[in-house]
């Protein structure tokens, strides 16, 4: 070896990247390999624990670690990755607090981004949908579900109330049949806490394309998990999955509709665009490797890991995305690296698996461990000390088992810690038929037409009057928030339409700082005012 | 009594909001009462703990409590306070998932509202400090000290790194000293994990206005607590104050600056606007009350408590803004609307205050209780035990037990608990000779100067040449964003300048869909291109 260190970059701190990092540390002396990660965070996230954040049975933050102490050798860069040159061995970083890029040069490359979530060609998705990868996620949900709650409690419309109370989860995989356990027990659980909130109200539906939930697992196993969150008030959605969403509603293959506030994508994954971008073989959508985690064309040079990858096992199948394979791959990679870089053999990656857990909320999961199948209380056990085991760091194995504890003796929590309400400038999406703004409402954002066709529509003496079709490119609401008062007739959408939402805080110091931007609106609104009457 | 029940309503979640609801809810039957409270959050915020949240040391959401537990038969109100009307006896909360307003009734009124952060007059103060009083502050603050150790520990420039590791703190009562001794423990603490952090350029300086810090305190122990933080690293600037600030920079009275880019301000306060509106007699800036805490001009009709109330004792003293002033003057309020309606004696606030803590972080503390003074690890014991002791709820009281059970066994965290990116459309402040940005940056948004001069400059073949002088209504920075590219000239500020900031996302989302705001700048992009070289 070269008396100068080597420099290896990890990009992702899931499971892959930081396993990854802390093997490297402990393979390779600090003279041999300086080792950088980059990760948007500054911890990893221990995602099988991340739905029980729903319910704040777990602390907040004690889901996580930081990822400089799990591998404290490891120079931390907590920047995006924004591009890969796999020709001059060059990574790309987002700009910190200043706007300026920084680059990393590596002599060997770690790739463990995971995958994000992609609601191409799905109407209304992105906007109205929540996400559940991260901690952010997870915090974001809890939120939304007690304001909901919040403002269900003061809601005398019984039809919007009952959207408050509607929770839709798509998805009925692990992540999927995890987020909607927690999320019934947890809404089920505070309800009490709302005294004037109509029980009978509450629904919590989980849609999932497949015959059954569960596909990953035994039959039997899934059947109890079916029957058992049924009976906890759990709908359920087979044969069926969102393909589109409003602010106002879920809308199914089948050409059914939930009227819900808060709607859960659990499916479908993509890998990030900076590794779609990559000039390499992809498979089903991943990168692929070979059985050493090599890059195809990159050997020796690139390794790649994780939910990203595309990895067969020696018995040909393709390996599940978990925490289990992850952590053996990583095992892998970084024994490879040693070798590339002269120090013993290489290792094939030839895990098949040791067993599937999966949580149910309130004392109960299933199971198969090394072929054996559990279900019930016992499976929850099992699911509680497996995972605490594995959880990385002492102080997060007793902050866990605190809140545990604490979880046993005192009801679920709700605390609503939102740290932000700017909200900007925004993207919508609304189904055909679906009410922009009422008359009589409030003036807070003007919008423009992306796509689609509104109509305006005036209340007068109980009749309702056509006063305009809208369409793409024009602008409405502006009167309004001109004149600082409530909206005077109703916008309907005609077709589906996507509009651009302007926030009156935004609109007002735009039209102030840049005239022609208002010259646009206040001539609009001068054209439309009504006759005086 | 009537038989309808009188409908109560309670503005303000803090100690006096919160208690006086409490103290209604047992005074009074549900037939005689029903109470309302409106409060931004659905918890209320245990203030003198806050300031650990910044290190961590008790787990985020344990420093409050969810207010329908505390106050089970209340009604809680999710929404801000818009519009007070005395006369009418109504009063206006803001929009929910809806954008139209509540309307809430009263027969008898409580106004808690606290106090806000005003910085009127002081340039930038709005846009480049962060304020802490509530949870999202708390938590703002510490996301904000971990991102500043994250970039310090990759940045390069050793200018740029002091101003990412100095952390000014603006006023030297219980408030400032108790966030700049937790943030000097923290950071200090937390350095060893970035081992490329020099640590002799970690900076903590408290600014304060008096001879010494705690002027609320006896001299001895504001003496004892100045030379204790001075001891752990603070420097203390007295006789001074902030008065405005930059992305860069605090400035002070004197003339003094200190390089920053984390600047926290727990002076000054004032008035919500909604009460700043209201027709009624104020002093000091706050809303006049007599020794039954009753409005004057609405009495038996409208109470005022806590940190909006001017109230003095009986000794003629103004009730200082404390925790254990306001749940006494509670108290008063239930008891007097109790009288109001026909029950009972109406009672006068005539407490004189038991004593004062203050914190000093790291396992010390000073305070005066009746009459006796105590410093260091003794004063901390007390300081811990009254105030678990009247921290309302078991749940909460365990919780924060094994938090700083916790927090003596393992070392502080340092999980950067950020949950959005998103920055939207912004304004900033720049002091005179200050660089807006630098060629060769990279385009991450567009400029708008509101108010100011700034200079373009551009550095070619070592030599800085004037291109241009913008002023109020000009606009910059669109080239680099309209042809995705980097900076091709520097841009400084002339005198002290105030911008609009529209990032990049935003302003490409505008230009598609507002075709006229786009061509403002395309037009203008034209007219300044370069000549070919």
Redesign the interface.
């Known amino acids: 070896m070269s008396s100068a260190p080597k420099r290896i970059v990890v990009l992702g701190g899931g499971f892959g990247g930081v396993y990854a990092a802390s093997f490297l540390e402990k393979m390779l002396r600090p003279e041999e390999a300086a080792i950088w990660l980059v990760n948007r965070?500054?911890?990893f996230v221990y995602q099988p624990m991340l739905a029980e954040v729903i319910s704040?049975s777990i602390?907040?933050?004690?889901v996580?670690?930081?990822i400089?102490?799990l591998c404290?050798r490891t120079?931390?860069?907590?920047r995006e990755v924004e591009e890969i040159d796999l020709q001059n061995r060059v990574v790309a970083v987002s700009?910190?607090?200043?706007?300026?890029?920084?680059e990393l040069p590596y002599d060997y490359l770690v790739i463990s981004l995971g995958g994000i979530t992609d609601f191409h060609g799905m109407p209304g998705m992105v906007e109205h949908t929540l996400p559940f990868r991260t901690?952010?996620d997870a915090?974001?949900l809890r939120n939304r579900v007690?304001?909901?709650l919040?403002?269900a409690?003061?809601?005398t419309d019984p039809e919007?109330r009952r959207k408050?109370l509607t929770f839709v989860v798509g998805g009925g995989g692990f992540s999927g049949v995890e987020v909607v356990a927690e999320l019934n027990d947890f809404v089920r659980g505070v309800a009490r806490?709302?005294?004037?909130l109509p029980r009978e109200e509450i629904r919590t539906v989980l849609v999932h394309s497949g015959e059954r939930i569960l596909p990953e697992m035994d039959e039997g196993l899934a059947l109890f998990a079916q029957t058992l969150l049924s009976k906890r008030g759990v709908e359920m959605r087979l044969k069926d999955r969102l393909v589109a969403a409003t602010s106002e509603k879920a809308l199914l293959k089948s050409g059914g509709e939930i009227p819900a506030?808060t709607i859960v994508s659990t499916v479908p994954s993509a890998i990030a665009p900076v590794l779609k971008r990559l000039d390499c073989t992809k498979e089903n959508g991943r990168l692929l490797v070979d059985e050493h985690l090599e890059l195809r064309g990159y050997e020796g040079q690139v390794w790649v890991l994780g939910d990203c990858a595309f990895i067969r096992t020696a018995s040909g199948k393709p390996v599940p995305p978990t925490a289990q394979h992850a952590t053996r791959e990583a095992h892998i990679v970084a024994t490879n690296i040693r070798a590339a870089m002269g120090a013993g053999q290489r290792a094939a990656f030839r895990f098949e698996g040791l067993g599937k857990l999966g949580a149910l909320g309130h004392n109960s999961a299933v199971a198969e461990i090394l072929g054996v199948r559990v279900h019930g209380f016992p499976a929850w056990l099992l699911w509680r000390t497996i995972y605490l085991m594995k959880m990385p760091g002492?102080?997060r194995k007793?902050?866990v088992a605190?809140d545990w504890f604490?979880a046993l003796?005192?009801p679920p929590?709700?605390?609503?810690?939102?740290?932000?309400r700017?909200?900007?400038?925004a993207?919508q999406h609304f189904a055909p038929g679906e009410v922009v703004?009422n008359q009589?409402?409030?003036?807070?954002c003007v919008y423009?037409i992306?796509k689609g066709e509104c109509e305006v529509l005036r209340e007068k003496e109980g009749a309702q009057q056509l006063l305009a079709v809208l369409a793409d490119?024009d602008?409405f609401g502006e009167m309004a928030v001109l004149s600082d008062t409530s909206r005077n007739a109703t916008v309907r959408a005609r077709s589906a339409v996507d509009v651009?939402l302007?926030p009156k805080a935004?609109f007002n110091?735009?039209k102030t700082?840049?005239?022609?931007?208002g010259?646009?609106f206040r001539a609009l609104a001068k054209s439309r005012a009504p006759e005086p009457e």
């Open positions: 965070e500054n911890y704040g602390g907040l933050t004690d996580v670690s930081p400089r102490r404290p120079q931390l860069v907590m700009p910190g607090f200043r706007p300026r890029r920084l901690l952010a915090i974001i007690i304001h909901a919040e403002e409690d003061v809601e919007f408050l806490h709302y005294p004037r506030k002492l102080n007793v902050r605190a604490n003796l005192f929590d709700l605390v609503q810690l939102s740290v932000h700017a909200s900007g400038i993207e703004f009589g409402d409030l003036g807070d423009v992306r490119g602008y651009l302007i935004d110091k735009l700082t840049v005239p022609a931007f010259e646009v």
